[in-house]
Structure formats: structure tokens, C-alpha cells
């Protein structure tokens, strides 16, 4: 699981900490909660299919995880039997909601305990968040998590011309533009000769003057030729331009406008992602579970909102601006929203009932 560490840090494990671990499976979890809580801490892992917990058993075994407790039941239906004071829970279950009740009579009282749900699909997600917040859990969210995959790849050989100096790269480049322009004058010169051609058919057919096909001849040795030699070629105006804005070191080695970087290429880890990449990989679903003086809190406070709510509602009711059982509204007012806005649905449903 490429996502083990990222689980770990969102959960809290801690040294001396006392984790539940449902789904043993492969056992690669249940190693790094073993490494992380230390010899002081405790994990409590359960696995219902037989034939892996009895490898998982003789894996455990042979590492000396001696802070692993395996056993081999159904979590949810049977709970997790003597476990106790834990801080943190991961579920990797087909039915994940159908051990969160269980998980909650194991969590620590005192301390702001999390829990974590594996599922594969959305529906698993959909179910496992609903059982949450019906058991009181806070802070849920769900992340989507995705692999991956790069490759490494070993620096290219000395004699190369691949990621080369500076200079050389430049060069290339130079010699690039260079064959650009020479493929684009042939061109030309052939589209010319076309035209030269079509037109000369087309005098012969009309019988043209002396001179105008003496014209005719002395533009296509004009063509054949060249234009008069006036300034420098095409080509020529390309290179000194890139000479003029990007400096190149001289045959020499010194240059007093460019300094030619060293390059370490024997000490650069060239990645590259793989051909064939997995895309979604699984859905997490995170909460929290707060002290019960913690929840309380919260509940009162709710609690006040609602009941500051639901006088004003009913003078709404009454001013003939909500009716109720109805989704009509006065599109405008700020204070109905505002008032709808901190009913619970129970207080909907009661006010609907009216």
C-alpha cells in the first residue's frame, strides 16, 4: 500500500500508542503500525479468513513482532473482543459500517480518538460515512487516493548528445534553423520553377512577341542565377542573428561573453513516469471521535442555535413568508435563510407536520 505512511500520519499513531488494525491481509500495515508504536505500544489486528491468519501468524512469528496481537475473528459481528483504551482505528473491511459500532466501545474516553475506512468503491464510502455521523463521529472527510509510478532511469552515456553542455545544445539548435531555412529556399525555388513553367506553355501557345520572350528569359536566368549578391544570404543572417543573442564558447575554450557551466550528470537521478500507470487505487475516509464532554459541548451549542431559530421561524409562519410543508420562499429575504439555514432536519420535519 503506497498510502500506509500518509494513514499513519492522519490517524496519529504515536509511540505508545495503542492501535486497531481490521484486515490483516498481506500483514504490510500491520508491520509499519508495529514499527511506529514501538515496543511500549500495542496493535490489535483481526483477520477473518482463516488461511491468512495463519501465515500472517507464522510471518509475525519469524519478524518478532512481539507488540502485534492477531487474532482470527469477525469484527463485525463479534466485535474486537478484549481491546481496549485504543487510540486509533483502520478498517480495511468489505463492510466497514458494520464494525464502526463495535470500534467505538473500544476507543479511549479522555482523548480525541480517528479512525480510518480502506474501501475500494464509492458505494462503501457512501454507507461508512452515513453510519458515522449517526454515531456521532466529527471532522469526516474522504480522500481519493491515486499512484503513481516513475522509473529510474541512468544518466546518458559520455559521448552522448543527449542533456549535453550548454554549447552544444546551441549548436544543434543553430544547425536546426539552419537546415529550416535551406528546405524553405529549395521550396521556393521549385514553386518558382512551376510558375516559370506554366507560363512559358502559356506564351508558347499565344504566340508571343520576340520580345516579350526575350523578357521571359532574362527572368528565369534571373531565377537560375540568383538575385544580385546585395547583402548577406538568408541563411547567414540566421547565424549571425543567433550568434549575436546567444553566446557560444569559442573553439579555444575561452570566451570573454560565455563561461560554459560544469555539468553533474553522474549525480543526477533521472525519473520518468511509466508507460502504463493505475489510477485510482482506493477511497479513505477519515474522522474523529471527541471526549464525551467535548460532545456535549458541541451538542449545546447547537442545541441554542436551534432554539433561537425556531421562534423567529414561526413568526416567519405566522407573517405569511414560509409556508409550511411547502419549498415556497420569498426569494430576498436574508433573515429565512439565515433561520432555515440552522434547523436540524428533525426540526424541518416537525415544523412540516404543523
Known amino acids: 500500500m503506497p498510502d500506509i505512511s500518509y494513514i499513519t500520519m492522519r490517524l496519529g499513531v504515536r509511540v505508545g500508542g495503542r492501535v486497531i488494525e481490521a484486515g490483516t491481509g498481506s500483514g504490510s500495515m500491520t508491520h509499519s503500525m508495529s514499527r511506529t508504536v514501538g515496543d511500549s505500544g500495542q496493535v490489535y489486528s483481526f483477520e477473518y479468513h482463516e488461511p491468512r491468519y495463519e501465515k500472517a501468524l ?25 481491546a481496549t483504551g485504543i487510540e486509533a482505528v483502520f478498517l480495511d473491511l468489505p463492510a466497514p459500517w458494520e464494525a464502526i459500532p463495535h470500534a467505538m466501545k473500544t476507543l479511549r474516553p479522555d482523548i480525541t480518538t480517528k479512525i480510518c475506512c480502506f474501501s475500494p468503491c464509492l458505494e462503501q464510502v457512501l454507507k461508512t460515512v452515513s453510519t458515522l455521523r449517526a454515531e456521532g463521529f466529527a471532522d469526516i472527510y474522504t480522500q481519493e487516493v491515486l499512484l503513481r509510478t516513475h522509473e529510474l532511469a541512468p544518466p546518458p552515456p559520455s559521448d552522448s ?11 544543434r539548435l543553430k544547425a536546426h534553423e539552419r537546415r529550416k531555412e535551406e528546405r524553405r529556399a529549395v521550396q521556393m525555388r521549385s514553386a518558382r ?44 543572417v540566421v547565424d549571425e542573428g543567433s550568434e549575436s543573442t546567444i553566446p557560444v564558447v569559442e573553439t579555444d575554450g575561452t570566451s570573454t561573453r560565455w563561461s560554459e557551466p560544469e555539468t553533474q550528470l553522474e549525480d543526477v537521478v533521472l525519473t520518468k513516469p511509466t508507460a502504463e500507470m493505475k489510477g485510482h487505487t482506493s477511497y479513505l475516509t477519515f474522522a474523529s471521535y471527541y471526549p464525551e464532554s ?10 441554542g442555535k436551534s432554539a433561537a431559530a425556531i421562534p423567529r421561524l414561526a413568526e416567519l409562519v405566522a407573517e405569511g413568508m414560509f409556508r409550511a410543508g411547502s419549498e415556497e420562499t420569498e426569494y430576498g429575504s436574508e433573515g429565512l435563510d439565515e433561520v432555515i439555514g440552522t434547523l436540524t432536519e428533525e426540526e424541518m420535519i416537525a415544523l412540516a407536520d404543523k
Open 58 to 82: 507464522e510471518e509475525f512469528e519469524l519478524h518478532g513482532l512481539d507488540n502485534v496481537k492477531l487474532q482470527h475473528l469477525n469484527v463485525c459481528k463479534d466485535g474486537f473482543g478484549d
Open 193 to 236: 520553377e512551376k510558375i516559370r513553367k506554366q507560363k512559358e506553355g502559356e506564351s508558347a501557345k499565344a504566340s508571343t512577341s520576340t520580345k516579350e520572350s526575350t523578357e521571359l528569359g532574362s527572368k528565369r536566368k534571373l531565377d537560375d542565377e540568383g538575385a544580385p549578391n546585395n547583402g548577406p544570404s538568408l541563411a547567414s
Open 161 to 171: 548528445s543527449h542533456l549535453g553542455n550548454v554549447s552544444s545544445i546551441v549548436n
Open 294 to 303: 467535548i460532545r456535549a459541548a458541541i451538542a449545546a451549542q447547537e442545541t
